[in-house]
């Protein structure tokens, strides 16, 4: 029979199973921020759909000076 026998300073990384917690605890952590970033997006958009106010201010990126004096007045 053959056994295998590792370097040393060189362990196999995969040491079974993970906890269910563990493997619940992974994914939050790795798609948990994409999640909130999605929600927080859809509900801005759905803050300024009720506003009455644009999603962007134009196209560009910029704003003109009327767009900022008429944000001043509401």
Do not use: K
Not at 15 to 32: I, Q, R, S
């Amino acid at each position: 029979m053959s056994t295998t026998s590792w370097p040393p300073g060189l362990v196999p990384l995969h040491v079974g199973a993970d906890h269910p917690a563990l493997l619940a605890l992974t994914l939050v952590l790795a798609f948990g921020p994409f999640v909130l970033l999605g929600v927080v997006m859809w509900r801005r958009r759905r803050l300024e759909e009720h506003d009455g106010t644009p999603a962007e201010a134009s196209g560009d990126g910029t704003t003109d000076d009327a767009d900022d004096a008429a944000q001043r007045e509401r």
